[in-house]
């Protein structure tokens, strides 16, 4: 077999080992050559129970490694990182198909990930109560939860993985990642730089495939939590079946993010900022603004100035080709989805004003920037998130009218407004139907310190991913009331603090 296609290895405590489905596997593509570029096994409970296991027998004696000697690893991981952070951009790249300068901002948010783990130890300290009643302090303090695991989607190969194990890690937990089986790789790189940074072995594992391995994880007996990002649909489902079998589940669904554009606005910056929102990433990120409402006279200056924004863009291959400004998207399946609302937009009365369909994509999976006007919200281009490089606009006549719109969506991650008036802004951010919020900011998506606050059915769960939420989910309190009498040897002492 050759090394281009050779299947990805799964890591179990000391040993990347093949997975026990030994050659049944599905294939990972370069999306900007079309070419297979290796393969993922399907994986197996087998090889779930393995890894679990693995993970199990590693916790009790990580978890009682003093803090700040699990923060010291991630320290070293984070040199790591930034040492190969250009190797894992390229690796992104080549995997997922997003421009370099995408794959480098991702690293550069997985590796704030990172570094918000180092700081760990001051997180997890407690409260204390002294004296809270005679003679009895009170204190809470944190405890790791036992075997996490994180189940990701393709569109973050780097950063969504780093959402979740470093803080789990730290905590003083182990884990076990499953990364999507389109983007394997830079998974695996990952894992490999986490063990050089000195991390015990079975603290971290890792295995392969989808729907089976994901089902043995959500109901293994020795699984205490599971951390999810991936599509509603899957999200509910790990939600469910992960809280039934009695675990504490965080599971971030899909999105229609709503980008709501004044009369009032610089309508050429906002374009600017339409544009990056809805395009970049060639329109596969959670945050990416889907529909954008153009209230009043805003609507005809703003498609102008984003025709002349997408019609710069350099739309090319990202491989070997740091100039591109916009890859392909995943897959040739996913391409031909996202032109089906383009071939069905007229039947439903919209009109598609800017074709992605026309590009030259060569072998690759390009569509290119796509904006449908007139779309209304009894149409599959309002309702459905596409997950691609196109554009809904929705025509409002008011503010109040935006926010009537967010508030029918079923989703309910991010929205944006943009504005010169702070009361429509403040009105927007009070009242839009959504748990991240933009003010002139085209994707509003937390960093590292900041919780991941999506509402709807862009989240389920309570704890979020990211910041101290994050560090939450991944411990829970013990409170502990101490009292010390005094001795009958001491009563004829006056208490110290009676004492001249
Ligand atoms: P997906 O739901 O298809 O896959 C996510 C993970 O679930 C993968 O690891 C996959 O192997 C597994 N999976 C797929 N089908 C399954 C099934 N039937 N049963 C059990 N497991 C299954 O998502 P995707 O296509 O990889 O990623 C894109 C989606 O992720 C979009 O909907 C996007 O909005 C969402 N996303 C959300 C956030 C967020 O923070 N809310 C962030 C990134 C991506």
Not at 478 to 492: G, I, N, P, V, Y
Request: hydrophobic share 40%; with cysteine.
């Amino acid at each position: 077999m050759s090394t281009e296609t050779a299947e990805v290895k799964l890591r179990v405590g000391s040993q990347w080992i093949r997975s026990s489905t030994h050659g049944d596997s599905t294939a990972v593509f370069n999306p900007s050559t079309g070419k297979t570029i290796a393969r993922t096994p399907v994986g197996s409970a087998a090889d779930v129970d393995a890894a679990v296991t693995a993970a199990r027998d590693a916790f009790d004696e990580w978890a009682e490694t003093p803090v700040v000697e699990r923060a010291r690893v991630m320290f070293a991981y984070r040199e790591l990182i930034a040492r190969h952070f250009d190797e894992l951009a390229r690796l992104v790249t080549r995997e997922h198909g997003k421009t370099y300068g995408e794959a480098r901002a991702e690293v550069q948010r997985g590796l704030e990930m990172v570094e918000f783990a180092c700081s760990v130890p001051t997180m997890i300290s407690g409260d204390t109560f002294p004296q809270i009643a005679e003679n009895v302090d009170g204190e809470t303090n944190r405890h790791p939860l036992g075997v996490c695991v994180g189940i990701t989607p393709y569109n973050f190969p780097n950063m969504v993985p780093l959402w979740m194990f470093p803080i789990a890690i730290t905590c003083g937990n182990t884990f076990v990642l499953k990364p999507s089986e389109k983007v394997p790789l830079s998974a695996v790189r990952l894992v490999e730089l986490l063990i050089e940074a000195g991390l015990p072995d079975g603290v971290i594992n890792l295995v392969h495939g989808g729907k089976e391995v994901v089902d043995a994880l959500l109901e293994h007996e020795r699984v205490a939590a599971i951390s999810f990002v991936g599509s509603t649909q899957v999200a509910k489902h790990v939600y469910q079946t992960g809280t039934a079998a009695g675990k504490r589940v965080q599971a971030a669904g899909g999105a229609k993010n709503h980008l709501i554009i004044m009369p009032d606005a610089d309508i050429e910056q906002s374009a600017q900022a339409l544009a990056a929102s809805a395009f970049g990433c060639a329109g596969q990120r959670c945050m990416a603004g889907s529909v954008a409402i153009a209230v009043g006279s805003a609507g005809d200056p703003l498609l102008d100035r984003l025709l002349g924004v997408a019609d710069r863009l350099n739309v090319a291959p990202t491989d070997n080709n740091d100039a591109s400004e916009m890859g392909p998207v995943i897959s040739a399946d996913h391409r031909d989805r996202v032109a089906g609302y383009l071939d069905t937009a007229g039947q439903v009365g919209a009109k598609v004003v800017l074709d992605g369909r026309d590009v030259d994509a060569g072998d690759s999976f390009l569509l290119g920037p796509s904006i449908v006007d007139q779309v209304t919200t009894d149409m599959p281009l309002w309702k459905e998130e596409i997950f691609g490089p196109l554009l809904s606009v929705v025509r409002a006549d008011s503010l109040q009218q935006a926010l009537a719109i967010g508030k029918t969506c079923p989703f309910g991650n991010g929205a944006s407004i943009f504005t010169r008036d702070g009361y429509a802004a403040r009105e927007f951010k009070r009242h839009f139907n959504a748990g991240m919020i933009g003010i002139n900011v085209g994707v509003p998506a937390p960093m590292a310190w900041l919780p991941f606050t999506g509402w709807n059915e862009s989240f389920f769960g309570d704890l979020h991913i990211q910041g101290t939420e994050g560090v939450h989910f991944y411990t829970r309190q013990k409170m502990t009331l101490t009292r010390w009498f005094q001795s009958a040897a001491d009563s004829h002492h006056d208490p110290v603090w009676k004492s001249k």
